[in-house]
């Protein structure tokens, strides 16, 4: 059972399009951070979102963080080939060992 | 820009050998994990250490699987002996904790046992 569960698994969408991927849970995070994994690379940060309900916003990309701490989402406004990656959210889990977990991850292709 | 730094990137072994992965975290980080990626499993940690000491190793076959930080510049993961099931790209992350700027992740070591 994955702690953190992340929808669509697949998303393939043309250039210019928006989109949004999702992150949930059943447990309550006291942050969660999204990366973005380009093959044959490691994850890299984009966010970290702290308090409910927060919105962050890194140019065309927009974070929330839900309001009961449970679920997250990132949305992609015009998506542009360079967005083409696995995104992976991420969040601390485990008491006072605060091991970073991931999510199932979401892979997109965005078509030129 | 401070990197991770993993060795090798590609590792290609029997199966029954033993393999040694190893990480440089950015220097002044506190914390270092493992994780290992399959398209099956995702990304699963298998070690963790603050301040050099293990803190979870839950997720790690201890059987064959052992993880140390000898020093603070110098965090490995070693397998032995190994399995064609441990085929998989392992990753090295470091981070300073607290801190709310997440992990740093190195490039990974391919492993493929045959």
């Known amino acids: 059972t994955q702690l953190l569960e992340q929808s669509p698994q697949f998303l393939s969408i043309q250039e210019g399009e928006n989109l949004t991927v999702y992150c949930n849970s059943s447990?309550?995070?006291?942050?969660l951070q999204w990366y973005r994994q380009e093959p044959g690379e490691g994850p890299v940060l984009l966010v970290t979102v702290v308090t409910g309900g927060e919105v962050k916003k890194l140019k065309r990309l927009t974070f929330q963080f839900g309001d009961a701490r449970k679920d997250s989402s990132l949305h992609i406004t015009a998506a542009q080939p360079g967005d083409t990656g696995l995104y992976l959210c991420?969040?601390?889990?485990?008491?006072?060992?605060?091991?970073?977990?991931f999510g199932t991850g979401t892979l997109l292709a965005v078509q030129p | 820009d401070a990197r991770v730094t993993q060795t090798p990137r590609h590792k290609v072994t029997e199966m029954g050998q033993e393999v040694t992965m190893r990480c440089q975290p950015i220097l002044g980080h506190n914390t270092v994990f493992w994780y290992r990626q399959t398209m099956m499993q995702g990304l699963e940690l298998l070690a963790y250490f603050r301040n050099r000491a293990p803190l979870d190793d839950s997720g790690m076959p201890k059987d064959r699987f052992s993880a140390e930080m000898p020093d603070a510049t110098l965090a490995t993961l070693k397998i032995q002996p190994s399995e064609p099931r441990d085929s998989a790209v392992y990753f090295c992350a470091s981070g300073l904790v607290p801190d709310s700027h997440g992990y740093t992740f190195g490039s990974g070591t391919r492993l493929t046992v045959v």
């Open positions: 447990s309550v995070f006291s942050s």
């Open positions: 991420a969040g601390p889990y485990g008491g006072a060992t605060n091991k970073l977990i």
